[in-house]
């Protein structure tokens, strides 16, 4: 059975997240827990992966990978644009770019102008933003209030009401998601 993505461009943008992540961490459920940021990275791929595997809907599996894997190294490390573009192509550099919220607008627009650049780009960069926000619509950290919670579910609807034309089964993950974090309002 051929391979569905090419091993050198899973491992060359692995390996160039695993070095721009280096060190970073995320809050869990459990108090005072945290998980090295990496495995939030490896999630959204597999959930990328497992997605397209199911059914590709004609998406180009290794752009859509790259983006994956390197969907936060603008937004969350010192790594530029130019110097992605540089290793990676511009393609996946601004697939990258449009997945990052600009820091220079206010908190309450950056998703918005997000989806607004995702969605003039590939369906594959589209898939990428679903498979992320089904990833973070696991359990919220311990420290968030039910109002964060609310707001965080809310945004997850936007992001589905922008983007679930990109890949049917993904978009009904995260539509499963949004309504099983209601577990987490309590």
């Known amino acids: 059975m051929p391979s569905l993505w090419s091993q050198e461009v899973f491992v060359k943008a692995w390996e160039y997240a695993s070095v721009a992540h280096q060190g970073q961490t995320y809050s ?11 495995t939030h990275i490896g999630a959204v791929a597999m959930e990328l992966m497992h997605g397209l595997a199911a059914d590709n809907q004609g998406l180009d599996f290794d752009y859509a990978l790259q983006c994956a894997l390197l969907h936060d190294v603008l937004e969350d490390t010192p790594r530029t644009y130019l110097e992605l573009a540089a290793e990676f192509g511009t393609k996946i550099a601004d697939g990258v770019g449009a997945l990052s919220k600009n820091p220079n607008l206010p908190r309450n627009e950056q998703m918005l102008d997000s989806l607004q650049r ?6 594959e960069v589209w898939a990428v933003k679903l498979a992320d926000r089904i990833n973070n619509l696991s359990a919220p950290p311990a420290h968030w209030t039910r109002e964060r919670k609310l707001a965080y579910r809310a945004e997850g609807q936007v992001i589905y009401d922008h983007l679930h034309t990109a890949h049917s089964l993904l978009a009904a993950r995260l539509q499963q998601k949004i309504a099983d974090y209601a577990h987490y309002l309590n």
């Open 118 to 123: 995702i969605q003039q780009q590939p369906k």
């Open 28 to 38: 869990t459920p459990q108090e005072n827990l945290r998980l090295d940021y990496l």
